[in-house]
T-cell receptor
Framework: RKEVEQDPGPFNVPEGATVAFNCTYS??????FFWYRQDCRKEPKLLMS???SGNEDGRFTAQLNRASQYISLLIRDSKLSDSATYLC???????????FGRGTSLIVHP | NAGVTQTPKFQVLKTGQSMTLQCAQD?????MYWYRQDPGMGLRLIYY???????DKGEVPNGYNVSRLNKREFSLRLESAAPSQTSVYFC?????????FGPGTRLTVL
């Protein structure tokens, strides 16, 4: 079983739709959680951190469920510019090595 | 503040040639990383350096060497390039937890 698993998609949605991605992790000692965004042929960039209480940044909401060991990303009112690959990242406390999922591809069409 | 810079951006090598990929960060981060990214494989860690003067192998270190020249710079060397090393290489650095990535080097080995 991979340490961090994501549905690769692609998720193909119309503009204005709401879309959600999940990511599961296997190590219950994981302490830090992030969503990164990667555009085609570009470097990954931090989208948002994921806190135990959940957090929201504009149209984006991230949630953590420690009991079931998954994190989620919800995108409301999808824009064409949201088309990208979304990477789930998990870090164990005290570890220098984040663990990346393989990413979920999102395509937003007109 | 340039963040993480990488050189070169593109490179074509012949099998057996050697080259060094350069990476520098100006964020005073202790940890630095080298990843490769291949289609469908996600980011795979080649080597990392938790602090100046230390380096450790990641998931796919064979065929590579690294040097943490100082706190700012972390280079990746291919001693004898092979077609299997055709990939996009990303350097990253991190302070406490979040990683920042360079723009990548697109390497083709013929």
């Amino acid at each position: 079983r991979k340490e961090v698993e994501q549905d690769p998609g692609p998720f193909n949605v119309p503009e204005g739709a709401t879309v959600a991605f999940n990511c599961t992790y296997s190590n219950s000692a994981s302490q830090s959680f992030f969503w990164y965004r990667q555009d085609c042929r570009k470097e990954p960039k931090l989208l948002m951190s994921v806190y135990s209480s959940g957090n929201e940044d504009g149209r984006f909401t991230a949630q953590l469920n420690r009991a079931s060991q998954y994190i989620s990303l919800l995108i409301r009112d999808s824009k064409l510019s949201d088309s990208a690959t979304y990477l789930c990242v998990v870090n164990m406390g005290g570890s220098y090595i984040p663990t990346f999922g393989r990413g979920t591809s999102l395509i937003v069409h007109p | 503040n340039a963040g993480v810079t990488q050189t070169p951006k593109f490179q074509v090598l012949k099998t057996g040639q050697s080259m060094t990929l350069q990476c520098a960060q100006d964020m005073n981060h202790n940890s630095m990383y080298w990843y490769r990214q291949d289609p469908g494989m996600g980011l795979r860690l080649i080597y990392y350096s938790a602090s100046e003067g230390t380096t450790d192998k990641g998931e796919v270190p064979n065929g590579y060497n690294v040097s943490r020249l100082n706190k700012r710079e972390f280079s990746l060397r291919l001693e004898s390039a092979a077609p299997s090393q055709t990939s996009v290489y990303f350097c990253a650095s991190s302070g406490l937890v979040e990683q920042f990535f360079g723009p990548g080097t697109r390497l083709t080995v013929l």
